[in-house]
């Protein structure tokens, strides 16, 4: 109770110290709430922008990349379209002149003539076109190795010309154009170069996509070959530009620039033309040529900007030599919309997250108000202060609070007036408990002495019942072994009259052996008497046997009357043994009952002695135990008292005075 007195006068706080307190909390609980609700907000502001923005430049770059390889390869198709239409005619073409053999060499000379006048009218791209023939595949008896026949068809001054002509070559091997053609006697493109021998095509770059021309089995009999002007890529990679700054560029077999978003660059070494590393590049092209895509990313050394780079190759019908077409995107042109759209997000969230923290403010303030009241409130009940009163009127859960706190109050002010009912009447039952304490006291001390009384005449009671039990027990013992005695004297009874019984049986049957003998004595006696003299002394012997037959017969009779005598007299006291014996056993089971009832009466005695002595024993605690109870009474009073005091503490309505 000095504990509670303690933590109560604990926390009278005074009004001052308790209204810097407040204001310390007020801030505390304003800034907690703007700092916890604007920092995870902001945290997740700052996450969903980022991770937009991260999923939009990511977007952006990968639909960029997917734009610049779709051009690529649409591109790609265009240009590998047109050299393959022209490579397509020229191989439909050779196919034709293949059946040389049918014409006589006027008609193949005025036939094939006609023909190549007319495939240039046809096709105006094509610069010239020129006719080879073997002449071992003319003339069967030509023995020498590189002889041939060529026809040159060429347009000037809008006319279509041709120039004939016989090589007659030496028998070495050769390594120009042409003889590197009959040697793998395929149809192929031929790199990019400029004409220096026709001063009307100087300055134009060109290619030849020649076919060779084959016999019927196969052998190489000529070639045909059409001269095409590159200029034309020239329009092609103009049309490439999906974004700004785009650079597009078609390099050759050799790495020459066929063409190029630079037309400064055509016809000159790609490679060369590099700044930087050009390892990647490198590695584009010979995926190229091995008819493979190829993309990456790059920065340039000399603007210092990133770009990316897809290659595609560029397959020529059935040549060996692959072509590459090429696109460099600049990133940052690439991800200038992305930047843009990041720039305003970020712009928008801040201006959010400046809204917000505006919000946060107000609706921080209007929920920490009635919080604070309702910490003054709890301020005021705990200064003692019952008739507090807590004015928030709100539906929500603070509005919950204010009521419960309220009602807390209103109960709390209850409890306390019946506590001070309660400890009024705990002091005056104190008194009469102290007082009731003294009288049990004294009535357990007599108790006790009237307790060892009692106990001192069970002592004697139960040594004499002590007594009477081993006298029971004993007399018990004598009267089972006279029970023992009878029954025993019994048997023997029943064994003699049956020995008596066989006695008799055996008498009768002496009694039988004289009747018989008497009668055997008789018929002796009649066959001594026909035997005349001679049986008379058979007959003086018969009579004899008579008479001890007949003497025979009467003792017999008189021991078997004495035989019936005795066990009549043996049955007689047969039955009175057995008379006798159940009132021996009634008498030893009594004895019996009476040694057990004087154990269990015994057992009792001893039962109610330790009970005597243990109420003796208990009635001195409660001797002691009433007078603990009598000085508890006494601090029970002093403690209602303080009690009294303590609750004084608190500022009741209709408070009433502690007596």
């Known amino acids: 109770m000095l504990e509670i007195h303690f933590i109560l006068s604990k926390y009278r706080i005074p009004l001052q110290q308790k209204s810097y307190t407040v204001k310390m909390m007020r801030l505390k609980l304003k800034s907690k709430l703007n700092l916890y609700i604007l920092t995870v907000a902001t945290i997740i502001y700052s996450i969903s922008i980022g991770y937009i923005s991260l999923q939009l430049k990511q977007t952006t770059s990968s639909d960029s990349a997917a734009l610049a390889k779709a051009y690529t390869r649409e591109y790609r198709n265009k240009v590998q379209d047109d050299l393959n239409k022209i490579i397509v005619s020229t191989r439909t073409l050779s196919h034709a002149l293949g059946d040389y053999n049918k014409y006589s060499q006027k008609q193949r000379s005025e036939y094939y003539n006609d023909l190549m006048v007319n495939w240039m009218r046809n096709n105006d791209q094509y610069l010239s076109v020129g006719l080879s023939w073997e002449k071992k595949a003319l003339d069967k008896n030509y023995k020498l190795r590189n002889g041939r026949v060529r026809s040159v068809y060429f347009r000037k001054n809008n006319e279509i010309l041709a120039n004939t002509e016989t090589l007659e070559e030496n028998n070495f091997n050769l ?47 000529g070639l045909l070959g059409v001269d095409i002007s590159l200029e034309t890529m020239k329009d092609i990679i103009a049309d490439i530009h999906p974004f700004d700054s785009t650079v597009s560029y078609i390099i050759a077999n050799n790495g020459s620039i066929v063409a190029h978003s630079d037309h400064a660059l055509i016809g000159k070494d790609y490679f060369l033309s590099l700044n930087g590393d050009s390892t990647l590049f490198r590695q584009g092209f010979e995926k190229s040529l091995q008819n493979k895509g190829f993309e990456f990313k790059y920065s340039n050394a000399q603007d210092h900007n990133e ?13 060996d030599k692959m072509w590459m077409m090429g696109i460099e995107v600049p990133v940052k042109i690439v991800m200038k919309e992305a930047n843009i759209v990041f720039r305003n997000t ?33 301020k005021e009940i705990a200064s003692g202060n019952l008739e507090a009163k807590l004015n928030v009127q709100r539906n929500d859960e603070i509005g919950e609070l204010a009521k419960s706190l309220t009602s807390m109050a209103d109960k709390l002010s209850v409890i306390i007036e019946e506590v001070v009912q309660s400890s009024n009447k705990i002091a005056e039952s104190s008194m009469d408990l102290s007082h009731f304490a003294e009288d049990l006291a004294d009535g357990s001390n007599s108790q006790a002495a009237s307790a060892e009384e009692i106990s001192a005449s069970m002592e004697e009671m139960v040594s004499n019942i002590h007594q009477n039990t081993e006298n029971a027990q004993e007399t018990e013992k004598i009267a089972i072994q006279a029970v023992d005695g009878i029954r025993e004297g019994n048997k023997y009874t029943q064994t003699l009259a049956q020995s008596i019984l066989d006695i008799a049986d055996k008498i009768s049957i002496i009694g039988e052996i004289s009747r018989r003998t008497n009668i055997l004595a008789l018929n002796a006696a ?31 009779s ?26 021996i056993e009634k008498t030893a089971l009594l004895v019996q009952q009476i040694a057990v009832a004087s154990l269990e009466q015994r057992t009792g005695a001893d039962q109610v002695s330790e009970a005597i002595q243990q109420l003796n024993i208990i009635t001195q605690q409660n001797a002691g135990s009433a007078t603990r109870f009598s000085q508890n009474s006494d601090s029970l009073a002093r403690q209602a008292e303080i009690l009294k005091d303590l609750i004084a503490f608190f500022a009741v309505k209709n408070d009433k005075e502690i007596e």
């Open 558 to 583: 008189e021991i078997d009357e004495l035989s019936l005598n005795g066990v009549e007299i043996a049955n007689k006291t047969k039955v009175k043994l057995t008379e006798i014996i159940p009132d």
């Open 526 to 556: 009649v066959e001594a008497a026909r035997a005349g003299e001679h049986g008379k002394g058979f007959a003086v012997v018969a009579d004899e046997v008579r008479k001890l037959a007949l003497r025979s017969q009467s003792a017999a």
């Open 175 to 221: 390594k120009s154009a042409y003889y590197i053609i009959r040697e793998q006697n395929k149809e192929t493109i031929v790199d990019p170069y400029y004409d220096v021998s026709t001063p009307e095509l100087a300055g134009i770059l060109m290619t030849t996509v020649a076919c060779p021309i084959n016999g019927e089995d196969g052998s190489f009999d």
């Open 346 to 378: 970020l712009i928008v969230g801040i201006l959010g997250l400046l809204i917000l923290f505006v919000l946060v403010y107000f609706i921080s303030d209007a929920i920490s108000k009635p919080i604070i009241e309702g910490i003054d409130f709890a």
């Open 307 to 319: 770009y990316f780079v897809a290659m595609e190759p560029i397959s020529i019908g059935n040549a």
